[in-house]
């Protein structure tokens, strides 16, 4: 504390105490001092300053104690940080590795920083929207850490210069700010000062350790306990000061000397309430801050989960406005009113998730109470949202079980809501028109604001007559020639070892034996005997370099070797690390040059991995190449010369290029125009024999290339080559060299100037004043001149002249296109442009202020090489000459530029073979001219301008932007201590027709995910800000993740190319469709004066069929009831068994198979009728029942619950089907038992002893109250004598039997059957599927509702054929058994279900051979079924049917049926019905509600089957839902339908209820029959007439199921629906095993299963968004990536969404990862 005082005054203390503290801050941040050490030696220099403040201090009064606060930067360009990062302090560094510590702020442009400054303080007094920060399970953070300290042997940038601004180890991090927001600024506009926290409040002791790690809380508000705080209690904190990451140039004023009005008053924190006031009431501001604190602190609830934090907004706001927004410790409510506390009501602890039919409320869903269970997917999982079962509804206060803590994702949710109200539109004239090319022309609009070009035409920039000085060379060959001969001792090259010392000199006497050497050996030693399998090497051969980047030497003599031969050099990489992710790219280059040589050293040799022979491994990509070591090869004989050239058009050497997509391209240069660079390079450089040249760039290509290889040995000179390993280590060894060997001449990049720059330790001993020319070979890059001004203004007290300052333009294709001449002189010789980035994103150039926020400065990159020409044309389109003022692709006509791709002629052509043309169409001149990709303009005098390249060129919105503009926002957003400044990408994707900016960046090992969030939200206000453009997506991947480049730098294609394929596994991921995404299709409009009779006429006016169909007639019911003799009479179910009983009593009805394939059970006629009577029995003496009670059948599926069945029927009760609960999963399955038991009314429950006692085991008791279950009998143990007389003949309109089953949105309904209901549903089904005793069917369904049961208990009984009986639950032990059952009894006819299909396709499929050996055959099977009540799974169908096929089975047999609750058999394929047809319809249509039919492989277009025929007596209408208006047959509408099997109604424990009469009696307003009363399904479909006649001779009308009505999302006005979207979401990734949709206030949320790592969970954000974006024209609000068996299914293997969406807002999904796209 006392030491932090006098440093703040620092300009008081004596001036050798000022040095000596300076002399130990430089110690410390070049890691020569450890901490520790550094703080030791400090005290003891500070040590007689303390006493005299102890004796100041004793005489004041003791004044509030303040936080500590971080040291004041001394403003001295001379003192580094006081500080170092944290793990200085655990271990000294050695001197001799060289690892420093640097201040990297230095190389920020000031210009750039400071516009972000000033651009994100403007935004700070903006409303900042509060964005939720995402959840991450504790375990995803630990494994991104461990994935960042796992490989710390990074080679990128700045790993040798992690930031050293003091930051890390003294930071506290000022306040979780979740929004675009930023912290508050300090002074200087730092934007990583804040307040700091009081230490966090103490953990509770009576809390157990915490179950489920979450983001950590905010630390500075105490929890508190009671609901009505003290008002005069305030919780106070100060700011404390941090100068963070300061720029030594820039002078901080110090606090106290800030005027009061920028002075902010520390604020007071108080938690106080909102006077209760209706939610409508509220802004939207209010609501981001709305507050409730009714925690209760002992809640058993709350104590296994860990407190979620709070979303604080930190802002410097009025104190009224920050109380208000003031949130409690753990919880975030956001409502205002303040409910009173409900009455204390005993938990109903084993309360089933389960809905009951009930009016939908507006209100969200009432939510399941707190379980200490995973989200189970059990079948049994349903939800209830009837008053009797419901809990608080989300907008009431929490019961005192205290769930507060499970809100937490719904207050995330509305937060995000909240940012993004906006204004509403106006209502849209017209209904959006279904066309791509809409979205094309949004994503593309014309500004009529937008700045056009204005000058007048170009005129080409012409450089000076290339006049080749006397002395020269004539060629290359003839230089090495002279040089070695007549200099044979002066040095051509000198390599530096990984120390820094001069390792290996090669001079030209040497370079001129060695090319001897390997020109004579490739002519004349490969491929003479043919032991070695080498081919000869003819002249014009390509032959690989492969050399590694330490051996420039070898290179070298190799290179020009193949140039006397004759070959053609191909210089590459070494294949060898796995970093180098474009080796697959080389290999292909190789191949498309036929190489199948490669020139090495034996050190390089000896590294190449081996295979098992010894002989280099086959790399991926790679043609198979024959290796040559270039070393100790013999001498030619004395008269062997060289074989003379015919012509010089040939190719000299083929140079690689790597494009935007990653693919590399050979650019070939002929020796024509490798002679002509050489000789241009040496005219406009100045080069001369013997000078010194350092190089510290790669040798192999580009400019280090041209320079230090070619030009070098043209002149003669002597080239230092500088490792790239030894930069890393030693950032200025390359100024040491000139300084050591007065060199006049060095060729780098920024990149260097900045390196150099940061090695402040050996800037003492530099001397630059040997430099006449310092070329900057990437002058292409705009933010290269912040970096060449820092070094000048750095390095011109060492000599540097301002003149020697050199960028040049280049690229492969164009080679050098222009470079600043050093020494110049005159009024054009260098110029600077201070440009607007708005322009600039237009194309056109247009001067701005230098203190703008969006202005780009820009340096010259030269004038035009001698004998050049240089014009501007146009990006896009023809190549027209651009005017004065426009922003083109820069084309060069010179005799020194590269001839074409290799082997791409057409590429070559549009490339190399330029013609630009005037805007009237006239041609500049007969010459051609080559793209050299870069971008910019001419200035005055000739002066070249570039502004970016091609390949970095991103148009969004119909606006360019450059990528190395966007990383240069991205690093003035004060990155240091978040990210590594070297490891940046951007690049864009196209999604939804336009290009979306991604950036990606790997973050420090030791930043929090908190502080990246924070940084994030700030880049993406920056580049808002400054180049009016979103950010679609900002990840940060672990340390050192990134692909590099064999130089270090990023692989840029192969992230792009990760980030697509899900496999760039970032750790943190922030995705901003809302902001960026302009483009979506205008919302629908629904007319609301379009009635139905409007509709009906414009049907008919277009010739629409009015949608209408019926299956054939049923006849009466009279007629023949079982159609067999003797049964006429007998009309009822039950009375059909005693017929049967009677008739053909050994008829064997039904077999229950096991597992193993063999039959357990057996009943015949007379058995089940037996049996039936003994359990009627059994009923009327211990049940004392009435005719007409329920009673509860719950059995496993078997022949028991058929018996019991019937043995209720016969004495005239109710059966009511129910699962037995699950024995591993009593917790869900068990209340789902009880409650169907209670809303049933049942008052007997008839079950196996198996079951009763699970019923009421120990369990059990754990979940229900066992002792209210009603009387329970065994039927096990049936008494043996009968009653007389036990029957009761039923009537047609009494109940036969209730059906409960759970919807796909999770609700329970019961439907009655009535007993005139069953017979003519047995009798449809009979005459559909042609059904009699002497056929076997085999069903493999569950037994509990709908069709299943019909088939299962009814079917047999009433047609009396055999049914085998195969519970799934035997499928799930043996998968083959289904199958192997249908071929061993030669059965027809098949029903199963989804879930028995798709474990068939799993299990079995690499078994079909297995089963055919077996002698499974399926060619016997005529119908196979899937029973459904859902639209039909096209993909699972089809993959079943093609996977056995081999064993016979026939794809016209498989087919779906549809029935729902209100009938639950509409459709279903009979044995002579027509083969199911499919059909294409838009998907954009369908979305409108209609239907339009479109080819197969059509865009946007979904293929849908038919779900089976008509059964007899079936009438069905398409009806509109809302206007119950007849449709016509081109729209989708709900499915209506009559027949004599509809149900009765539906059974609740309200009896007849009213909101649901109408879905049992509904009427049409218009259209064909409004008199008829129909049953409405709830699901939504369509008919089409097809050609195929059915068996009654009409044309037959295919019925085409969608999806429920319930399920539809309707957004942006349209209709979606959920499987649409998972089909999209599930092809995304290959690891998302299921995911579901549904919304919740109008934002859509998707739950993808991960079956995969967790570190993988993050790439699937990303690709989610983009396909629901592309497929659906959605922007996805929440991602919730979580571990399979996440997504409920119930019985029928339907998803329960609904369900899933209450287990999500109240918290118990346990998520990997929630993102909350903003």
Request: proline share 8%; glycine share 6%.
């Amino acid at each position: 504390m006392a030491v932090s005082r006098i440093l703040k005054d620092f300009e008081n203390l004596p001036e050798d105490v000022k040095d000596k503290l300076a002399e130990l801050d430089l110690e410390l941040s070049e890691g020569d001092i450890t901490q520790k050490g550094y703080e030791k030696k400090r005290q003891k220099l500070l040590a007689p300053f303390l006493e005299k403040q102890e004796e100041i201090k004793s005489t004041e009064p003791a004044p509030e104690p303040e936080p500590p606060s971080a040291p004041s930067r001394v403003e001295s360009a001379s003192l580094p940080e006081p500080s170092a990062p944290a793990d200085i302090s655990s271990k000294p560094r050695s001197r001799r590795t060289h690892k420093r510590y640097y201040n990297e702020k230095r190389y920020h442009s000031e210009v750039r920083q400071e516009a972000v400054q000033q651009a994100l303080a403007a935004l700070q007094d903006k409303h900042k929207p509060v964005v939720p920060l995402p959840s991450k399970r504790a375990s995803v953070a630990r494994t991104s850490v461990q994935l960042q300290d796992e490989d710390e042997t990074s080679s990128e940038d700045d790993e040798l210069n992690p930031d050293d601004s003091g930051s890390t180890g003294q930071l506290i991090v000022e306040t979780r700010n979740l929004a675009l927001g930023l912290s508050d600024t300090s002074s200087t506009g730092s934007l990583a000062s804040g307040p700091t926290r009081p230490p966090p409040p103490l953990p509770n002791p009576d809390e157990s350790p915490v179950s489920k790690p979450l983001p950590p809380s905010p630390k500075f508000i105490q929890p508190i306990h009671n609901p009505e705080p003290d008002p005069s209690t305030n919780l106070t904190y100060k700011e404390t000061e941090q100068s963070i990451n300061s720029t030594p140039s820039v002078t901080r004023e110090p606090r106290e000397s800030i005027p009061p009005e920028r002075q902010e008053s520390p604020p007071i924190v108080e938690l106080r309430r909102k006077e209760d006031k209706p939610r409508s009431e509220l802004n939207p501001r209010d609501n981001q801050g709305d507050s409730r604190h009714n925690r209760d602190s002992q809640s058993s609830a709350v104590s296994n989960r860990a407190n979620r934090s709070s979303l604080i907004e930190p802002q410097t706001k009025p104190t009224a406005d920050l109380l208000e927004n003031i949130e409690p410790y753990d919880v975030l409510f956001l409502n205002t009113n303040i409910a009173p506390k409900p009455k204390p009501h005993r938990p109903n602890i084993s309360t089933p998730d389960v809905a009951l039919p009930a009016p939908r409320h507006p209100l969200p869903p009432p939510l399941p109470p707190p379980s200490k269970h995973r989200h189970s997917a059990h079948v049994g999982s349903v939800r209830i949202s009837t008053n009797k079962y419901s809990h608080p509804s989300l907008s009431d206060t929490l019961s005192e079980t205290g769930t507060a803590s499970r809100w937490k994702v719904s207050a995330k949710i509305q937060q995000l809501l909240n940012t993004l109200k906006k204004p509403k539109r106006r209502p849209l004239p017209e209904f959006y028109e279904d066309d791509d090319v809409e979205l094309e022309m949004a994503a593309n609009n014309k500004d009529p604001n937008a700045p056009s070009p204005e000058g007048s035409g170009m005129t080409p920039a012409v450089g000076s007559a290339l006049v080749i000085p006397a002395g020269l060379p004539r060629n290359l060959e003839a230089a090495i020639q002279r040089y070695g001969s007549a200099t044979y001792k002066a040095p051509m090259a000198t390599v530096l070892d990984p120390n820094g010392k001069l390792s290996i000199t090669l001079s030209y006497g040497k370079l001129l034996s060695r090319s001897f050497k390997i020109a004579y050996s490739l002519l004349n030693k490969i491929g003479l005997n043919n032991k070695d399998g080498m081919s000869q090497v003819r002249p014009g051969d390509r032959v690989a370099l492969v050399y590694p980047n330490n051996d420039p030497l070898n290179m070298i003599c190799a290179f020009y070797g193949c140039v006397m031969a004759g070959a053609v050099p191909v210089p590459v990489e070494v294949p060898i690390t796995r970093r180098d992710a474009g080796s697959q790219q080389i290999g292909f280059l190789l191949g498309s040059c036929s190489v199948t040589l490669a020139l090495t050293s034996e050190a390089c040799y000896k590294g190449l991995p081996k295979s098992s022979s010894g002989d280099v491994a086959q790399f991926k990509g790679w043609p198979k190449l024959n290796w040559f070591i270039t070393e100790h090869l013999q001498r030619p004989p004395k008269e062997w010369n060289p074989p003379p050239r015919l012509t010089d058009d040939t190719p000299a050497y083929v140079e690689y290029t790597t494009q935007q997509d990653g693919s590399v391209l050979g650019v070939s240069i002929s020796r024509t125009a490798m002679l002509a660079m050489a000789r241009t390079l040496t005219l406009a450089c100045g080069y001369t024999e013997g000078e010194i040249m350092v190089c510290v760039l790669d040798f192999k290509r580009d400019a280090g290339l041209w320079n230090s290889v070619i030009a070098s040995v043209f002149n003669g000179m002597h080239v230092i080559f500088i490792p790239y390993a030894l930069m890393k280590v030693n950032p200025a060894s390359w100024m040491q060299m000139i300084t050591k060997h007065r060199a006049s001449i060095a060729v780098c990049k920024s990149r260097d100037l900045h390196w150099g720059l940061l090695a402040t330790k050996d800037h003492r001993e530099l001397n630059l004043a040997s430099l006449r020319l310092l070329l900057v070979a990437d002058g292409a890059n705009p933010w290269s001149l912040s970096s060449c001004d820092q070094f000048l203004s750095v390095f011109q007290s060492k000599g540097l002249r301002a003149d020697a300052i050199c960028p040049c333009a280049s690229s492969a294709e164009g080679l050098t296109v222009s470079v600043r001449r050093p020494g110049r002189e005159g009024v054009n010789a260098t110029g600077r442009g201070v440009l607007s980035m708005g322009g600039l994103s237009y194309g056109v150039v247009r001067v701005d202020q230098e203190n703008s926020l969006t202005s780009l400065t820009l340096q010259d990159c030269g004038q035009v090489l001698p004998g050049a020409v240089i014009v501007i044309i146009r990006v896009e389109g023809a190549p027209i000459i651009c005017k004065t003022d426009e922003v083109g692709e820069i084309v060069v006509s010179s005799p020194a530029s590269a001839v074409s791709y290799w082997g791409l002629p057409g590429l070559t052509q549009t490339t190399f073979k330029v013609r630009p043309e005037t805007e009237d169409g006239k041609y500049i001149g007969e010459n051609e001219f080559t793209r050299t990709g870069l971008l910019g303009f001419l200035g005055p005098g000739g002066l070249v301008f570039v502004c970016g390249s091609r390949d970095g060129l991103m148009t969004v919105s119909g606006r360019k932007h450059n990528t190395d503009d966007i990383i240069a926002t991205v690093l003035a957003v004060e990155p240091m201590r978040f990210i590594y400044r070297g490891r940046i990408a951007v690049f864009s994707i196209k999604v939804l027709r336009d290009e979306r900016i991604c950036v990606v960046a790997e973050q420090r090992p030791d930043c929090s995910e908190e502080e990246s969030f924070q940084w994030m939200s700030r880049v993406l206000q920056a580049v808002d800000s400054i180049h009016t453009v979103g950010l679609y997506c900002l990840a940060l991947v672990p340390h050192n993740h990134l692909p590099k480049t064999p130089l270090g730098g990023i692989h840029l294609s192969e992230t792009k190319k990760r980030f697509l394929e899900g496999t760039l596994h970032p750790v943190n991921v922030l995705m901003c469709p809302h902001t960026c995404v302009t483009n979506l299709p205008k919302p629908r409009e629904i007319h609301a004066d379009v009635g139905p009779a409007s509709v009906i006429v414009g049907n008919l006016v277009q010739g629409n069929r009015l949608a209408a169909a019926s299956g054939r007639d049923i006849g009466g019911l009279e007629d023949d009831s079982v159609g067999e003799p003797g049964g006429r009479k007998h009309q009822f179910i039950a009375e059909i068994l005693r017929w049967r009983a009677q008739a053909t009593s050994d008829h064997v009805l039904f077999s229950l198979l096991n597992s193993r394939g063999a039959a357990t059970q057996t009943l015949t006629c007379s058995q089940l009728h037996k049996k039936a009577e003994k359990i009627a029995c059994l009923l009327l003496e211990k049940g004392r029942l009435n005719t007409g009670d329920h009673v509860a059948l719950i059995y496993p599926p078997g022949v028991d619950l058929i018996a019991a069945f019937y043995g209720c029927l016969y004495v005239g009760l109710v059966p009511v089907t129910i699962r037995p609960p699950h024995p591993q999963n009593l917790q869900t399955t068990l209340p789902t038992v009880r409650m169907i038991v209670d809303v049933s009314k049942s008052v007997v429950i008839l079950s196996a002893a198996q079951v009763i006692k699970l019923l009421k085991s120990k369990e059990a008791s754990n979940v229900v109250d066992i002792k209210s279950w009603p009387v329970t009998l065994d039927t096990d143990e049936l008494a043996r004598r009968k009653l007389p007389g036990v029957y009761k003949a039923p009537t047609a309109e009494l109940v036969a039997y209730l059906d409960f089953s759970v919807s796909t949105t999770g609700m329970l309904a019961g439907i009655k059957m009535s007993h005139s209901s069953t017979t003519a549903l047995c009798r449809a089904m009979k005459l559909q599927c042609e059904l009699y005793p002497s056929r076997h069917l085999a069903l493999c369904l569950d037994p509990y509702c709908g069709l299943g049961f019909a088939l299962w208990c009814l079917s047999s009984v009433y047609s009396g054929h055999h049914t085998i009986l195969i519970p799934p639950s035997e499928v799930e032990a043996n998968p083959a058994l289904w199958l192997t059952a249908v071929s061993q009894y030669k059965v027809r006819d098949t029903f199963c279900s989804y879930g028995v299909m798709e474990l068939c396709t799993r299990g079995l499929g690499g078994s079909v051979s297995q089963l055919k050996s077996r002698g499974v055959q399926l060619g016997c099977v005529r119908t196979l079924v899937v029973v459904a009540e859902e639209r039909p799974r096209m993909a699972l169908c089809n993959s079943f049917t093609t996977l056995f096929t081999p064993l016979g089975l026939s794809p016209r047999a498989v087919s779906t049926s549809f029935g729902c609750r209100q009938n639950i058999a509409l459709c279903l394929q009979g044995a002579s019905s027509p083969d199911p047809n499919t059909v294409y319809v838009d998907l954009r249509a369908l979305r409108h509600d209609r239907v339009t039919l479109v080819e197969r492989g059509a865009p946007h277009s979904l293929p849908l089957m038919e779900s089976g025929k008509l059964l007899p007596g079936v009438n069905l209408v398409i009806a509109d839902p809302d206007t119950k208006g007849q449709c016509g047959d081109s729209n989708l509408g709900e499915i209506w339908v009559e027949c004599p099997h509809n149900s009765t109604g539906y059974f609740t424990i309200y009896g007849e209820d009213g909101t649901y009469s109408d879905h049992f009696a509904a009427r049409l307003s218009t259209g064909s029959n409004t008199l008829q009363t129909y049953a409405r399904t709830g699901y939504l479909g369509f008919l089409r007439r097809t050609e195929a006649i059915g068996c009654d001779g009409e044309h037959h009308d295919a019925v085409f199921v969608v999806g429920g009505l319930d399920e539809t999302l309707i957004l942006r006005g349209m209709r979606y629906h959920p499987i649409d979207i998972e089909n999209s979401v599930l092809r995304s990734h290959k690891k998302i095993a299921e995911c579901a949709v549904f919304t919740w206030t109008n934002l859509l949320v998707v739950v993808a299963e991960l079956d995969g790592g967790e570190n993988e969970a993050l790439d699937l954000v990303p690709l989610v968004t983009n396909i629901v974006l592309e497929d659906h024209q959605l922007i996805v609000g929440i991602v919730v990536i979580a571990d399979p068996g996440t997504v409920p299914i119930n019985s029928r293997g339907e998803k329960q969404r609904m369900h899933l969406r209450d287990g999500f807002l109240a918290d118990q999904l346990d998520p990997i990862y929630v993102a909350y796209n903003m």
